[in-house]
């Protein structure tokens, strides 16, 4: 707790200083002036001086860049005249006078052509490009940053075509694709991280986290801001901070943890009004409005609604006004006040689709559904609720999919459509586990830590280095005296050895001499001993006679028991090899139903199987089926192994054939509820008391027309393990905690859990044995110990994989035997 409290004193004097550096910065420029400078050179300070000013002083801003522009065209300098006018250009965009920055942007691409100015001409692009974004202009914002991207790539300059990279990223999310923003995001953060460009860096990581954030990904959205966060506060970069503080409340927000949300917000919002930025504060007032709606607050949200709202009409920006009339309209529908909610929400919705803003659409046809809800306006509800939900599915916004669902759940039940509520309910619930699972939240509380740990440790390095260097010193003069006593010991200990020997030397002769006497009294002893050993061989000879003929009798005996044996052998030899020929026409029977190599090829683009009984035939095996253009596939661990763990797999195996096969039934929860009641009939449970069953993992895929796949999965005790593309981690879909057959009292049932996922996601099923198999020391090679394996090699292909795992397995059981069966699938889609 100590620590944080002075993380926070030390930070808040770093702030009390940025405005002391400042002035003293610009003073010092002032002096530079003074002297006899190149006309370049004090090109340059009029432009650091323009720069340094905030925008409360656009008079010394605009008194500084026309002295650059003056000097600097009368010494024919564009790339001076270029700066100055980028300043003034940006300066009225952040006022959201777009028109004003346009034109000026328009005037540095004049200038750039009159002195063929290349950097000039991309930089008109790229600001002209961020003009149009602004306004939500995106198919003409895009036209100019491919202009300057273009440009860019043919000169060979980096920086620039970074600079529009990220630029593409922040319009592809505006627009709801996310992948093709991360995808310029990572182009950008490449050269930047090569460039060793910090601000850019963390502006990336910032990007990033936003996208992440929208996706669901709680844990990597917080590592993103809190990388972009540690960049800024060691370069002491107050504006950027603030911005950082505004992120990371964001997270907490969707997390629920809103202390914290509004502790950072408030931080942000002192930091922006220190530094003058009225204009950016609309963002604070929105989020802590959000964080009190959070909180049932509503009359202080439209508190700080209205205060954004009015900033936001101000600066002109369509797209965030949108955002203002949603967050209105949301906070008077949980007030009831449904004729100003539906007001508010459809002029919000009416910009979002002339802008083509589908995120933020998604989440106002979910509010009008949810207003239509409450005045018992079932159809309307609907209508706009499909909508939002379809659109949400399409972007991947996995937060306004969750609220959707849940919403239409309510509805078809108010209405008495219990199937079509108990669908809407199930995709609620699957959004749920997935946004909120308790692995994401330990993830970023295991952050939020790290971060507060690095700053602690960044603050030791220096006397770190410092007692290293006394360390080594006083080593090399331990280590000379060390040496000194080492000879000198040696010496002495060479001179002791030396005497030890003479003396021992002595002393052997001296036991030598006496031995010899020893010697000669024994070999007197021994020849009298001899002569009465004599006389005692000749009575235990007689006696030997007497007990040969009593052996002879009973060698005959055991002659006769040998041969009974040798026949009860040579029975049981038949009778094993009858049993090894039967147990080998299973195996033949048992390989025949496994699903081919060449039918998984056919359904996956790649695949391996780890497949080991224990016995000759297993209690564990695969299966693969096609229902139209869905392909199923599961891993089942039978009871037992060996024998009766086949017999178990023919009955799975059978069964199986009739669920998918012939009752065509592709949802994998059903097709185990369906195993889970038909396997105790089979086996005839409830009479015979019988304990055996199973426990299975299925995953059923199919491809949509987006080119993406949806991945759907069941278990019973078994887990899903993947990684989509790009992914940091391995995810995880734990089974039910039921088994397929005897189980008493249990009433849970079986839930279907589904994703959309790209293409070339890699997902991994089957039983326990790997995981359980026990070394020399009895050590289980660990399931966790599995899943970092799968992790560490899922980018190699399926067949370098499988040898990876088979390699590592047969290294585990190294002098030990196998305790179950073991199989392990791996297939790409």
């Not at 965009?93 to 777009?98: G, R, W």
């Not at 060390?482 to 052997?508: E, K």
Request: aromatic residues 8%; proline residues 2%; contains cysteine.
């Amino acid at each position: 707790m100590k620590i944080r409290i002075w993380f926070w004193v030390f930070l808040g004097c770093i702030t009390g200083q940025a405005f002391a550096q400042k002035k003293a910065r610009i003073d010092s420029l002032k002096q530079v002036l003074q002297n006899n400078l190149a006309d370049t050179q004090r090109v340059k300070v009029y432009n650091q001086l323009a720069l340094k000013h905030t925008p409360p002083q656009l008079s010394k801003i605009e008194h500084y860049t026309s002295l650059a522009i003056k000097l600097a065209t009368q010494i024919k300098y564009p790339k001076g005249i270029v700066n100055a006018y980028e300043h003034l250009a940006y300066f009225a965009k952040n006022e959201a006078n777009h028109a004003k920055a346009k034109n000026i942007f328009d005037q540095i691409l004049t200038v750039s052509d009159q002195y063929q100015y290349i950097q000039g001409k991309i930089s008109a692009f790229i600001g002209l490009g961020s003009v149009e974004v602004a306004q939500a202009n995106y198919p003409t914002a895009l036209q100019y940053y491919t202009k300057a991207l273009k440009i860019s790539k043919a000169q060979k300059l980096p920086s620039y075509t970074a600079t529009v990279y990220n630029n593409i990223g922040i319009l592809s999310a505006n627009q709801g694709n996310y992948a093709k923003a991360l995808e310029y995001y990572g182009k950008s953060l490449e050269i930047r991280k090569k460039e060793k460009s910090k601000a850019n860096v963390a502006s990336l990581y910032n990007n990033m986290a936003t996208i992440h954030l929208r996706q669901g990904d709680y844990a990597l959205s917080l590592q993103k801001h809190l990388k972009a966060l540690q960049i800024r506060i060691k370069s002491n970069d107050q504006s950027n901070i603030s911005a950082s503080y505004n992120n990371i409340s964001l997270v907490y927000v969707r997390q629920g943890d809103y202390e914290k949300a509004i502790e950072y917000q408030l931080k942000s919002l002192r930091l922006k009004e220190e530094l003058g930025q009225k204009m950016l504060i609309a963002t604070n007032y929105t989020n802590i409005g959000f964080v009190y709606s959070k909180q049932h607050q509503y009359d202080k949200a439209l508190k700080y609604y209205f205060k954004a709202l009015k900033i936001e009409q101000k600066k002109g920006d369509k797209r965030r006004l949108a955002n203002c009339y949603d967050n209105i309209g949301e906070a008077y529908l949980a007030k009831k006040n449904y004729e100003k909610a539906l007001g508010y929400l459809n002029k919000s919705l009416a910009m979002c689709l002339k802008l083509n803003e589908k995120s933020l659409a998604s989440t106002v046809l979910v509010a009008l559904g949810k207003t239509h809800l409450e005045q018992k306006k079932y159809e309307k509800a609907i209508q706009f609720l499909d909508r939002g939900v379809t659109l949400a599915k399409e972007i991947g916004k996995p937060a306004t999919l969750q609220d959707g669902a849940e919403t239409l759940a309510k509805v078809y039940k108010a209405k008495g459509d219990y199937k079509k509520a108990y669908e809407a309910h199930v995709v609620f619930k699957q959004m749920t586990d997935s946004l909120l699972n308790a692995a994401n939240t330990k993830k970023i509380t295991r952050l939020a830590a790290n971060h507060e740990f690095q700053l602690e440790k960044d603050s030791l390095k220096i006397q770190q280095v410092a007692l290293k260097a006394k360390f080594e010193k006083e080593k090399l003069t331990s280590s000379f005296r060390r040496n000194m006593s080492i000879v000198s010991l040696s010496a002495l200990g060479l001179v002791l050895i030396l005497a030890f020997l003479i003396y021992r030397s002595r002393q052997a002769q001296k036991r030598a001499n006496g031995l010899l006497m020893q010697q000669k009294r024994a070999l007197q002893d021994q020849k009298s001993a001899l002569q009465r050993q004599k006389k005692e061989l000749h009575q235990q000879g007689e006696e030997l006679l007497t007990m040969n003929e009593e052996l002879l009798q009973n060698q005959e005996e055991i002659t006769a028991q040998r041969d009974d044996i040798e026949e009860k052998k040579s029975l049981l030899d038949i009778q094993h090899h009858q049993l090894t020929q039967s147990v080998r026409a299973a195996l033949t029977i048992q390989q025949a139903i496994l699903p081919a190599t060449e039918h998984i090829a056919r359904s996956f683009e790649e695949h391996f199987v780890v497949y080991h009984p224990k016995d000759v035939v297993s209690g564990d095996f695969y299966w693969l089926g096609t229902i139209d253009n869905k392909k199923v596939v599961g891993a089942i661990d039978c009871t037992g192994h060996g024998v009766p763990g086949a017999f178990m797999s023919m009955i799975g195996f059978t069964l199986l054939n009739d669920i998918v096969n012939t009752k065509k039934e592709s949802d994998p929860a059903q097709i185990l509820e369906m195993l889970r009641t038909r396997v105790p009939k089979v086996l005839k449970q409830s009479k015979s008391g019988d304990k055996n069953g199973m426990d299975a993992a299925f995953v059923v895929t199919e491809e949509l027309e987006n080119g993406q796949v949806e991945l759907c999965f069941a278990g019973a005790k078994r887990p899903l393990w993947y990684v989509i593309p790009g992914s940091k981690t391995l995810g995880i879909i734990k089974g039910a905690n039921v088994s397929i057959g005897f189980s008493s009292n249990n009433t849970r049932s079986i839930a279907s859990h589904s994703m959309w996922c790209d293409k070339g996601t890699v997902f991994y099923i089957g039983s326990d044995g790997f995981a359980d198999q026990n070394n020399e020391q009895r050590a289980k090679f660990g399931s966790h110990r599995l899943q970092q394996l799968i992790y560490k090699i899922h980018l190699h292909t399926m067949n370098a994989q499988k040898d990876i795992l088979e390699q590592a397995l047969s290294e585990h059981m190294k002098n030990t035997e196998q305790r179950d069966d073991i199989l392990l699938l791996g297939l790409k889609v």
